[in-house]
């Protein structure tokens, strides 16, 4: 089989219809409303980035810079004593899905290092997320361990007070648990 040609590029407003496409399928139907969807892209132009074959999106990376997130995710659900840096100096990784057909290609991989190397121009100390535990075989959690990250603590329900059809939880609202994780960033010494 002939190698797909997978083009890195940012992730930006522009992309808002195609993004929410490919959320809908992968996070769950209205997980990401225009204007919310538009919000982020904005936010993150700088920090996110997507994988696309032809003229298709295979991946997508939605990254938050430092400073700019901390009042869209809910207070309750960050354990700021736990972390060792600032809350003005952590990034937000904020979704991160690759289409069931590109799995186990490294896509996951380079959208977490082309953003991460922008957070560290940034002079990022950190980078928060909060994983999917019910992911299947706990792929979600694996992964950012892999990473570096390091579970801080779990939260049940999350993703409740959001309006989607959650893609493990449907038709019901979405009870799924969320991982808060942590990642310090080395900074490179000039």
């Known amino acids: 089989m002939e190698k797909e040609n997978i083009q890195y590029t940012p ?3 522009a992309d808002i219809n195609d993004f929410i496409f490919f959320t809908d399928k992968y996070i769950g139907t209205g997980y990401y409303n225009k204007l919310q969807a538009q919000k982020y892209l904005m936010i993150g132009a700088e920090t996110s980035f997507k994988a696309k074959v032809s003229h298709s999106i295979v991946g997508i990376r939605l990254t938050l810079p430092p400073d700019q997130w901390i009042g869209l995710v809910p207070e309750k659900f960050l ?3 736990k972390w060792t840096v600032p809350s003005n100096q952590v990034a937000y990784f904020k979704s991160l899905f690759v289409d069931d057909e590109f799995h186990h290609r490294g896509i996951a991989s380079q959208l977490n290092d082309l953003s991460v190397a922008r957070l560290k121009a940034q002079n990022t100390l950190a980078i928060l997320t909060h994983c999917w535990k019910e992911s299947p075989k706990n792929s979600s959690q694996n992964y950012l361990l892999k990473k570096g990250f390091i579970p801080l603590q779990e939260h ?4 409740s007070n959001i309006n ?11 009870t799924c648990t969320a991982i808060e994780m942590i990642k310090y960033l080395e900074q490179e010494s000039l």
């Open 79 to 81: 354990s700021l004593k």
């Open 156 to 159: 049940i329900n999350f993703w």
């Open 164 to 174: 989607y059809l959650c893609t493990r939880c449907k038709p019901h609202r979405c």
């Open 11 to 13: 992730l930006t407003i």
